[in-house]
């Protein structure tokens, strides 16, 4: 367990160094100082001509959100019609079918949303078509829209007074061409050296050591793989996710994996700070977000190392922890690392399975995405965060009786009343999209078997309530993420789920940039003796208790019902 231990505290504290590097070189790219990537510019310059965009057209915060709403849907909806007829069309080696319209409506959604909810299996349920073209072009365009509009917000906060959020397609295409792609293509070469598969061949027949002839799915992977971590996107090219292994060959693959999740959103943390020049506020909030990781990493690894309490009653012994469900390369203490920051960062992608954790470590999955803010996917994590700021300055400027002020501007009702909106219908959609499958599932046996078909839920009692509630959680957070024992394949989740993802994506990153926009736009206040210090290590306390007092509020009722009454049962 030892080296377990050092297996994972090398993983963050590599993930760290190269964070604070490439934080500094992302806030380079965005205030335009010299890189090493500005050979890339002719390459823009073109897509900006082939496109007909002016990037140094200057857009208030309601253009800026305009143009990247337009272009969501246009993707939803390229999206929708290739999954409708993908098994009709080119690069199908192993003749995958089209989805079925309510299936191709969730995952267009989620692939869209950044979320990657899977409720098809894996390599059988798309082709390579598919795969490349759309699911990995969205993973592409989905992360990049997130960090925009975090830089949109940025450049409210930079600036005394604008009407100047900055250009989306300039911001979007950048973050693409400078960041996305080159680590993308680093990480890839590196998963092709280890063994991920990236060919366009369809299933290989293997003869297994036992005897036995198995049909193995390959296809050209490692792209989307590099990818779907580094935008913090998830989902999986095969079924298994990264506990596959061909998706995640070794213990170095996966530690690769783990820190090509967590490195952009800990990045932007730095580059904000570099960016806007307050350091300091991008220290806080850093150490805001990583006490808060950690207070739920600490007892999940605890947890899986020390095995299950039950089998423990029984008198056996667990000397390597709790081993079902994962993968005996990589161990507890790694898998419990993994789930922790997959649903931290909200990239949803599993090195094991969730399903089979422990009751404590699926309450402490759930917390990760319910708070949705230490430091959570890209861009959107710190916009999250960002609302939880915006509460945590009127409240304290109750408390001194003072008229809350944040970076110079006045933080007014209209403000407070939109972060309000954001934080309580997050809450009204998990606990409301849970209350509503339970009520399907239980009162209502006579509804028709197309819209429920009977079996999508496994597991009785506590956990099979935790299922539900994880379910609607993870659409939410755009983790995309699920406990295996429900089935989301019907209509009725296939609508319920989309819903959550829409919503959960889109008012999380409209708020903020609609709050940075208002604030921009005030007359500047410049700082004195009495104003508050949003950089002190106090007002970090503050963010902490106000983004643990709201999750506690809202979200104890469903925890107590679902992971907390199947902890203290056993």
């Known amino acids: ?310 089998i423990a009653r029984m008198g056996i012994s667990q000397p390597t922890g709790a081993m079902e469900g994962k993968e005996v390369r990589f161990g507890p203490a790694a898998s419990g690392y993994w789930s922790i920051f997959t649903t931290v960062i909200s990239t949803g992608s599993v090195n094991s399975t969730h399903d089979s954790a422990m009751p404590l470590s699926n309450l402490m999955q759930l917390l990760g995405m319910m708070v949705n803010a230490f430091y959570g996917g890209c861009g959107v994590g710190l916009l999250n965060y960002f609302i939880y700021v915006i509460i945590a300055v009127f409240i304290s400027g109750l408390m001194v009786g003072r008229t809350p002020e944040f970076m110079g501007h006045k933080v007014e009702a209209r403000e407070v009343k939109i972060a309000a909106i954001v934080t309580l219908l997050s809450a009204f959609l998990i606990k409301g999209g849970t209350a509503l499958a339970s009520y399907v599932l239980v009162h209502d046996p006579n509804i028709d078997w197309a819209f429920k078909p009977s079996g999508w839920l496994n597991n009785p009692s506590y956990h099979g309530f935790a299922e539900m509630l994880y379910q609607v959680t993870s659409s939410n957070a755009n983790n995309g993420s699920a406990l295996a024992g429900l089935n989301g394949n019907n209509i009725f989740w296939n609508v319920l789920t989309s819903f959550c993802m829409i919503i959960g994506r889109f008012l999380p990153i409209i708020g903020p940039v609609a709050i940075g926009g208002l604030l921009a736009r005030k007359k500047y206040i410049p700082a004195s003796a009495g104003t508050l210090r949003v950089d002190s290590f106090t007002f970090g306390a503050m963010i902490f208790a106000v983004i643990v007092i709201i999750t506690a509020l809202s979200y104890f009722p469903p925890l107590a019902l679902g992971p907390l009454a199947e902890y203290f049962s056993r």
Request: include cysteine; charge should be neutral; proline fraction near 4%.
């Open 1 to 310: 367990m030892i080296t377990e231990i050092a297996g994972i505290t090398a993983t963050f504290l590599i993930t760290l160094l190269l964070a604070v590097f490439l934080g500094k070189y992302i806030s380079r790219v965005f205030t335009g100082e010299k890189t090493f990537t500005d050979f890339l510019s002719p390459l823009e310059k073109f897509i900006f001509r082939f496109a007909g965009i002016n990037p140094k057209q200057e857009m208030t915060w309601k253009e800026f959100l305009k143009a990247m709403l337009t272009v969501n849907m246009l993707w939803f909806v390229y999206a929708f019609v290739m999954f409708l007829l993908q098994g009709h069309l080119p690069l199908n080696p192993d003749k995958n079918p089209g989805m079925t319209a309510d299936l191709s409506f969730n995952t267009a959604i989620s692939f869209v949303t950044n979320t990657n909810l899977q409720d098809y299996s894996g390599e059988t349920g798309v082709s390579y078509l598919t795969q490349l073209f759309v699911i990995t072009f969205l993973q592409f365009v989905s992360a990049a829209t997130g960090i925009a509009c975090l830089v949109a917000l940025l450049n409210a906060l930079k600036e005394r007074t604008t009407n100047n959020v900055g250009n989306f397609w300039n911001l979007f295409i950048k973050t693409i061409t400078r960041i996305l792609f080159p680590i993308s293509l680093i990480v890839a070469i590196l998963l092709i050296y280890h063994g991920t598969p990236a060919s366009y061949s369809g299933k290989d027949t293997v003869i297994t050591m036992q005897g036995d002839t198995v049909q193995v799915s390959r296809g050209p992977a490692a792209g989307m793989i590099a990818i779907k971590h580094l935008g913090t996107n998830g989902g999986g090219w095969f079924n298994a996710n990264s506990a596959h292994p061909l998706e995640n060959p070794d213990y170095f693959t996966n530690m690769l994996e783990l820190i090509a999740q967590v490195l952009i959103p800990m990045a932007m943390v730095f580059a904000m700070g570099y960016y806007i020049n307050k350091r300091k506020f991008a220290l806080v909030t850093f150490l805001v977000m990583t006490i808060g990781t950690f207070c739920l990493l600490v007892p999940t690894v605890v947890s899986e190392i020390h095995g299950s309490p039950a």
